[in-house]
T-cell receptor
């Protein structure tokens, strides 16, 4: 069964460092997302991406964040200068164009900022 | 802003009993309501969803009901099994953002053998 894959599974970084989280969405999906889950809290929307541009973004997705689809398969989330409060599990997700809202999530990348 | 409230935060049931988790939403124009199951260390997995033109949907031991007037929807799991133990999240899409999901705070379900 096709699945969304994410790397790395866990990354530890120093405050102020840049981090790139990578995702390979399901191949026939056209909408891509990043969500975040701080430990023990709800899953929060960060950004959606379609046709090589951002469709929507939340208040969390400030200038420190950026997304990119550098090739036909990868979808990345970059945090330019990490802060302690960026520590969370970051989930990539994708959807089929005809099924709005039906998200298929990856297993997540745990980011720990020290 | 848009909000989804979920109760209870924790739920313990005996194996074989039923479990019910309830959510309320704030936007009367919401039209898509999925439920996700999240096992420890994994990403959320869609288990069932319902759209606003339907009042109830069932898939084997899992069912979801939607009351649009009251703006609430519920997840029902019958004949619970230990492998049903996980965190369950409800979610909703809101008007003006058909693809962005707003999640509830989650319910830790424990099925006791």
């Amino acid at each position: 069964e096709p699945e969304v894959t994410q790397t790395p599974s866990h990354q530890v970084t120093q405050m102020g460092q840049e981090v790139i989280l990578r995702c390979v969405p399901i191949s026939n999906h056209l909408y891509f997302y990043w969500y975040r889950q701080i430990l023990g809290q709800k899953v929060e929307f960060l950004v959606s991406f379609y046709n090589n541009e951002i469709s929507e973004k939340s208040e969390i997705f400030d200038d420190q964040f950026s997304v990119e689809r550098p090739d036909g398969s990868n979808f990345t989330l970059k945090i330019r200068s990490t802060k302690l409060e960026d520590s969370a599990m970051y989930f990539c997700a994708s959807t089929r164009l005809q099924s709005p809202g039906e998200l298929f999530f990856g297993e997540g990348s745990r980011l720990t900022v020290l | 802003g848009e909000n989804v409230e979920q109760h209870p935060s924790t739920l313990s049931v005996q194996e074989g009993d039923s479990a019910v988790i309830k959510c309320t939403y704030s936007d009367s124009a919401s039209n898509y309501f999925p439920w996700y199951k999240q096992e420890l260390g994994k990403g959320p997995q869609l288990i069932i969803d319902i759209r606003s033109n339907v009042g109830e949907k069932k898939d084997q031991r899992i069912a979801v009901t939607l009351n649009k007037t009251a703006k609430h929807f519920s997840l029902h799991i019958t004949e619970t099994q230990p492998e049903d133990s996980a965190v369950y999240f409800c979610a909703a899409t809101f008007s003006g953002s058909a693809r962005q999901l707003t999640f509830g705070s989650g319910t830790q379900l424990t099925v006791l053998p």
